[in-house]
């Protein structure tokens, strides 16, 4: 069978390339190995916070902001709500990377913004209980994307204008013609012709395109989720997602929603790395201490029974940020989601920027060079533990 683009992997990002293709007219087919949506990847996990100053890189912001717009067109276009603003906080030591890399994001781009101390917050939010000396920015406009029911929402939309999508069925490797044209997709139940692919399979990237093998490595990610003692403090209306850096690492949370808990985790958890066949799923007793243990000493009053413990994974990039490029290779063939535990937010507009490559070949109308892969060529590889 013939299409214009396949996509693999049509979990948040590949589900949104799949609806981008498609109301541009283009035929596609969306390729999943598992469930659609399932959780046995990155998506999972009902949440992602999304915050526009960017502390990792003020080059994010204008993505951001598109991704915003992209989030409510696609509200309009399913029925669905999808993102829920909170305000968010992005906070640490004053001298920290956090606190200032999101105040230098929001001044450099007039995002609207207030500095808070810990005590502050604290009063304001009494939710949290920061340090005093804490620093933090509060931006009224982070929240959070609700990211299965976004993926399913982006299926659905891709599908009512046109696109193949079919779950369960493991992509075994793929061919590229030579000159640039063409690609020949080989799964468990079929061979099928494109123009070009989207590669948009998560933590298995490296298992699909040798190319990135140590720039894109699987990490364990476990989630919390607790029982506020007082539960009226950590709703959607009441506690802005966070950022947090304190002593015992990097943290973020979001607000109780669905499952009856306050959910956050800590970045590079216990950095656990893998293939993604081999990362551990289960979560265990470590997994929980450490995270209560969080919880007591900055959110004493959500820190009720744990209600619920997830583990997913992220794909870490040397330096943290994502790929998004042609294969250096083949050019009918686009590389993308190696995110970094920090890339659901943009799922709208990186779906975007993946039409405009596979729409092309040449360059997408957003400023993307700052992900491209030849700045890999100069970092040090990610050696998997």
Not at 185 to 200: I, K, Q, S
Not at 266 to 289: I, K
Not at 305 to 312: Q, V, Y
Not at 320 to 335: A, G, K, N, T
Request: with cysteine; charged share 25%.
């Amino acid at each position: 069978m013939s299409f214009d683009v396949i996509v693999v992997g049509v979990g948040g990002m590949g589900s949104a390339a799949c609806w981008h293709l498609a109301r541009r007219g283009q035929r596609v087919l969306g390729l999943e190995r598992f469930d659609i949506p399932h959780a046995m990847g990155s998506s999972h996990g009902i949440t992602r916070i999304i915050r526009l100053p960017y502390y990792e890189d003020p080059a994010y912001v204008p993505l951001l902001r598109r991704a915003y717009a992209l989030w409510r067109e696609l509200e309009a276009a399913s029925g669905e709500t999808v993102l829920v603003i909170t305000g968010s906080i992005d906070a640490g030591p004053g001298d920290g990377a956090i606190f200032n890399g999101a105040l230098g994001s929001a001044r450099l781009h007039d995002l609207p913004h207030e500095v808070l101390t810990g005590g502050a917050v604290n009063d304001r939010f009494p939710g949290y209980r920061l340090p005093e000396g804490t620093r933090a920015v509060f931006q009224p406009e982070g929240g959070f994307v609700l990211s299965e029911r976004a993926i399913v929402a982006h299926a659905n939309a891709a599908m009512a204008a046109g696109a193949e999508i079919r779950a369960r069925e493991r992509v075994l490797g793929w061919d590229a013609r030579p000159g640039g044209e063409g690609v020949v997709v080989t799964t468990d139940r079929g061979r099928y012709e494109a123009a070009r692919l989207v590669l948009t399979a998560g933590a298995w990237m490296a298992d699909l395109a040798p190319v990135l093998e140590g720039l894109a490595v699987p990490e364990r990610q476990v989630l919390a989720w607790l029982r506020p003692h007082r539960p009226g403090l950590y709703a959607p209306d009441r506690f802005p997602v966070f950022n947090l850096e304190v002593e015992e690492g990097r943290y973020y949370g979001l607000p109780v929603w669905e499952v009856p808990g306050f959910k956050f985790g800590r970045y590079h958890h216990r950095a656990e790395h893998s293939s993604a066949e081999a990362v551990r799923r289960e979560v265990d007793a470590e997994d929980e201490r450490l995270l209560r243990r969080f919880a007591a000493r900055y959110f004493p009053d959500g820190a009720g029974a744990t209600m619920a413990l997830r583990a997913c994974m992220f794909t870490n990039t040397p330096d943290e940020h994502f790929i998004i490029d042609l294969h250096p290779e083949f050019p009918q063939v686009v590389l993308a989601s190696p995110c970094s535990g920090h890339g659901y937010k943009f799922c709208s507009v990186i779906g975007e920027v993946l039409a405009d490559l596979a729409s092309d070949r040449r360059a997408s109308r957003h400023e993307i060079g700052f992900l491209g892969l030849g700045r890999t060529r100069s970092t040090r590889p990610v050696v998997p533990a």
